[in-house]
């Protein structure tokens, strides 16, 4: 059974940081593309932040370029969301994704991906 299980959310005061992450389990990593999503309370998804199957490419968000960064371990199968210079409208429950079939074109769409996870809650409080 394929799962991705996040952690590393919790409070965290406006311009601190934080890192989330992501264990992927059932499957190898490598190979994969990988994304993180958010969503705040009463609003859609957001893309946040994607790192092709190769690992070469890294693609942002406009609201969180300059302050976050994607990274990917495949020997241990995880994906991690290092999280800087936080602010009060990055509160939002945070979701990681991977997908083996998914094109450039696709990174920012969260449909893309064959398996996403069950969330990991970021509050900032300012």
């Known amino acids: 059974q394929v799962q991705l299980v996040e952690s590393g959310g919790g409070l965290v005061q406006a311009g601190g940081s934080l890192r989330v992450s992501c264990a992927l389990s059932?499957?190898?990593?490598?190979?994969?593309?990988v994304a993180w999503f958010r969503q705040a309370p009463g609003k859609a998804y957001e893309f946040v932040a994607a790192m092709s199957r190769t690992g070469g490419s890294t693609y942002y968000g406009d609201s969180v370029k300059g302050r976050f960064t994607i990274s990917r371990d495949n020997g241990k199968n995880t994906v991690s969301l290092q999280m800087n210079s936080l602010k009060s409208e990055d509160t939002a429950v945070y979701y990681c994704?991977?997908?083996?079939?998914?094109?450039?074109?696709?990174?920012?769409?969260?449909?893309?991906?064959?398996?996403r996870g069950q969330g990991t809650q970021v509050t900032v409080s300012s």
């Open positions: 994704a991977a997908g083996n079939r998914v094109i450039t074109s696709s990174l920012s769409n969260r449909e893309a991906y064959d398996f």
């Open positions: 059932g499957r190898t990593l490598n190979g994969y593309a």
